[in-house]
């Protein structure tokens, strides 16, 4: 595995050092008018490390997820590369519309993606659009504080984890405390019985001939449960 990655790394550093070598303002002859080699190395480097940092230092040590790496850091390349390369191309309306469609009708269709790795997808696809685009005139210290900019307050955003209100359908059987008057006597023995801390409690039904009744349980925690709906979370309490 190591070979592999170093002969991914000499693969990837030995064109841009080659295209460094060339001055900044000058285009290679050969090449499609109007791309500068060096200036596309120097704006590949800040995408690649932005990312990088974003991907590795960032989200996975929050989220153990890597399931999502690959596809973060390849679409983030591609679409940096495809955006720097067709900026100088004059390109019809049509094809700059379905070139836009291409991305937006992409969806995930094997698994449910959750928000949050989709909010990490938009600034993968983010990040390359600034670094391929940005119009900082050889200022490179602007577009290196914007990439600064979304990093941190991505790292932010992340580390400040608000509580969320989820709820479990209880079937239960003590039908004397559903009456309104013994709601604090129910909510202490939910508590007690499940062991979450319940805030709120919902009477959906009851069934006085089998002496039971369903219950809707609202408690807080760091982990939001609400994707798998209140029937995953169902407990018969005997």
Known sequence: MKKILALAGCLLLTPLLLLAQAPVNEPVSGLVSGIEPGELALRFVINLV?????VRF????????????FTFILFNCLNFLICYL??????????????????SIMRY???????KEMGYFF?????????A???????????IGC??????LTLALDSYSLNHENVKEIIYERIDLIRPDAREEMLADLRQRT?????????KSFDFLKDVAVVHAYYLSRESELARGAGAGTDDED
């Not at 932005?50 to 974003?54: D, H, K, P, R």
């Not at 993968?124 to 670094?131: S, T």
């Open 50 to 54: 932005a990312i990088l940092i974003l």
């Open 58 to 69: 960032i989200y996975y040590p929050r989220h153990r997820n890597k399931d999502f790496l």
């Open 86 to 103: 067709l900026a100088d191309t004059k390109l019809k309306t049509g094809f700059a519309f379905g070139l836009f469609a291409i991305f």
């Open 109 to 115: 269709r094997t698994v449910m993606v959750p928000i």
């Open 123 to 131: 600034i993968c696809v983010a990040l390359g659009l600034i670094n």
């Open 133 to 143: 685009l940005a119009a900082v005139n050889d200022y490179f210290l602007i577009l």
């Open 147 to 152: 990439n600064v900019f979304i990093l941190l």
């Open 195 to 203: 062991g979450l801390p319940i805030h709120k409690i919902e009477v």
